[in-house]
C-alpha cells in the first residue's frame, strides 16, 4: 500500500483518509519513508521535520476533518514563513533564522488540517532558474539526477514529481512555479497578482512576486488555490474580490474557447521537440471544439530586459535590509559598522545575489534611473497593453512553458545571460500580472518532460483551469510517474 500511496493525488488521498482506509499516521510514515529513500539523491528538502510531522498526524487522526487537506503532508519553499521553523532562502545571510510569524498562506492551509513537513530547497532568494545558487545543495530532477529541476521553487517541483508529497508551495516571480514543474512534470499555477497574499513570503520583487501551488493535477492545484486565494488586511496589494469554487465548478472545457498562439513565443531558440509536443496541443484543442487564432505580442522581445531591470531594482531595495544587525548572519569581528554591513553582505550572499543586487543598485542610481528603470516601467505598460489588446479577441493564451526540456547540472551556471533566458516564455506573465498555469502535455526524445502553458486575464483562473483540465484528460499524463519512483 505505501508504494501506491505515494502515487497519488492530493484528492485521491484525501478520499482514502476521508474513507478511513488510511489513516494521517500511515500516510505521513509513508513521507516520511519516502524522503528517506530519496531524498539523499534528489536534495528536493533543506529541512525535514520528521518527529513533529508524525506528532501532528498524530493529532489530526483524532480530530474531526476540517476540509479535504486535514491530514495530507505538504512543503513549502523556504522563502515562506513558519512560526519558529528554520527558514533561510537558501542563503547563508539568513543562517539559523526563525520568523516570529507564519505567512497567510501557511495559516490558511494549517487550518484547514494541511501538515507542513519541511522547507524546500530553491535558487537563493528566489534568483535563479536552475536551483543551482542554493548555498547549500543542489537540487536534481526526479527524471534524470544529471539535470536540473528548474528554478527557483526547483525543491518544491522535484519533491511533488519524486513522490514524497503531493503537493508543495511555490513563488513565482518571473516563472519560477511554472518553469520547474515544465522541467519535472507537474502541475505548477501562478495566480493572478494579489489573489494570494504575499503577507510571510520574503520578498525578491514585491510588484512581481506571487505565491502559488504545484501538484501532481489540475485539480489539485484548483483545490489548493481555493484555499489560498482571498483578500488579506496584512497584504494591502491582495485583492478583495469574491473567491470562486474552483475545484467544484472545475469542467475539462475547450469547446466555445478562442486561444491565441503569439507568434513571438515560437521563435528561434525554442526546440524543435517542444515545439513539435506544443503543436500536437494545439491540435487536441481544435478537436475538443476551440477556435484557435494567431496573435501578436510586439513586446515580447523587450519582456526579459524589462523584467530584469525592474526585478534586481526591487531585489537591490528588499535586500538592503539584510546587513548582520538584527537578525541572520553576521561577520566575525568587524574594525567598525561599515566593515560589518559590507563583510556580511560580501559573505552572506553568493555571487547572482550580488549580480542582481549590483545591476538593481546601477538602474536606480542618479544619472541612469530613468534610462533604465524608467525606461523598463514604461515597456511593463505597453506589455500589459499587448495582452490586454489580445484578450480582447482571445479567451487564453498557449504557449510553451520553456524553450527547452531540463537542461544538465551546470550547463547554464556559468552564463548568467543563457540562465536568464530560461524564463524568456514566462516573465510577461508577471510583468503583467496575470494568471498562468504549466501542465505536462508530452515527453521530448529523452523522454523529458514538456510543458504547455497557458495565460488568461487578470482574475480568470477559472477558465485557465478548466482549459488546463481538459488538456489533462486528453494526455493522460496524471498517470505518468518520474523513474525515481518506479
Aim: net charge negative; with cysteine; proline share 5%.
Amino acid at each position: 500500500m505505501n508504494n501506491q500511496l505515494s502515487q497519488l493525488s492530493l484528492l485521491e488521498l484525501s478520499q482514502l483518509l476521508e474513507a478511513q482506509e488510511i489513516t494521517a499516521v500511515e500516510l505521513m510514515e509513508t513521507t516520511v519513508e519516502r524522503y528517506r529513500q530519496l531524498d539523499s539523491d534528489i536534495k528536493s528538502f533543506l529541512y525535514f521535520d520528521l518527529d513533529e510531522s508524525l506528532e501532528t498526524a498524530k493529532k489530526q487522526d483524532s480530530l474531526e476533518r476540517k476540509s479535504a487537506l486535514h491530514g495530507i503532508p505538504l512543503a513549502i519553499k523556504d522563502n515562506i514563513s513558519r512560526l519558529g521553523k528554520p527558514l533561510t532562502c537558501s542563503s547563508k545571510i539568513l543562517a539559523g533564522h526563525r520568523p516570529p510569524y507564519s505567512a497567510t498562506v501557511v495559516e490558511k492551509l494549517e487550518q484547514a488540517g494541511g501538515i507542513f513537513v519541511g522547507n524546500t530547497n530553491m535558487d537563493e532568494f528566489a534568483m535563479g532558474s536552475s536551483t543551482e545558487t542554493s548555498a547549500y545543495q543542489t537540487t536534481r530532477n526526479p527524471w534524470d539526477l544529471e539535470r536540473v529541476p528548474g528554478g527557483s521553487s526547483g525543491g518544491s517541483a522535484a519533491a511533488v514529481a519524486a513522490g514524497i508529497v503531493p503537493a508543495a508551495l511555490g513563488s513565482d516571480t518571473g516563472g519560477s512555479i511554472r518553469q520547474p514543474a515544465a522541467f519535472c512534470g507537474v502541475v505548477g499555477f501562478k495566480p493572478t497578482y494579489g489573489r494570494v497574499s504575499r503577507y510571510g513570503l520574503f520578498p525578491f520583487a514585491s510588484s512581481l512576486d506571487q505565491i502559488g501551488p504545484i501538484a501532481r493535477t489540475v485539480s489539485d492545484v484548483a483545490f489548493l488555490t481555493e484555499l489560498l486565494a482571498g483578500s488579506d488586511s496584512r497584504d494591502s496589494t491582495s485583492l478583495d474580490s469574491p473567491v470562486p469554487r474552483y475545484l467544484e465548478q472545475l469542467q475539462p472545457r475547450a469547446e466555445g474557447l478562442t486561444f491565441g498562439i503569439p507568434e513571438e513565443y515560437f521563435g528561434e531558440g525554442v526546440d524543435s521537440d517542444v515545439r513539435q509536443i506544443i503543436q500536437q496541443t494545439i491540435e487536441t484543442l481544435k478537436q475538443q471544439g476551440a477556435e484557435i487564432k494567431t496573435v501578436n505580442l510586439p513586446h515580447t522581445k523587450y519582456a526579459i530586459s524589462t523584467y530584469y531591470i525592474l526585478a534586481t531594482a526591487e531585489a537591490s531595495s528588499n535586500l538592503a535590509r539584510y546587513d548582520g544587525v538584527q537578525y541572520g548572519y553576521r561577520a566575525d569581528e568587524p574594525d567598525d559598522l561599515i566593515d560589518m554591513y559590507s563583510r556580511t553582505r560580501a559573505e552572506g550572499f553568493g555571487p547572482e545575489v550580488k549580480r542582481r543586487i549590483m545591476l538593481g543598485t546601477f538602474v536606480l542610481s542618479s544619472g541612469y534611473y530613468e534610462a533604465y528603470y524608467g525606461k523598463a516601467q514604461k515597456l511593463r505598460t505597453l506589455i500589459k497593453q499587448d495582452f490586454d489588446r489580445v484578450y480582447e479577441e482571445c479567451d487564453l493564451l498557449l504557449t510553451p512553458t520553456t524553450p527547452s526540456t531540463a537542461f544538465k547540472l551546470g550547463e547554464k551556471i556559468d552564463d548568467p545571460v543563457q540562465m536568464y533566458l530560461s524564463d524568456i516564455l514566462t516573465a510577461s506573465t508577471n510583468l503583467a500580472g496575470l494568471p498562468a498555469i504549466s501542465i505536462p502535455v508530452g515527453q521530448d526524445s529523452k523522454q523529458l518532460p514538456v510543458g504547455a502553458q497557458l495565460i488568461g486575464p487578470a482574475l480568470s483562473e477559472q477558465t485557465v483551469l478548466n482549459a488546463a483540465f481538459m488538456l489533462e484528460k486528453q494526455s493522460q499524463w496524471d498517470a505518468k510517474i518520474a523513474p525515481v519512483q518506479a
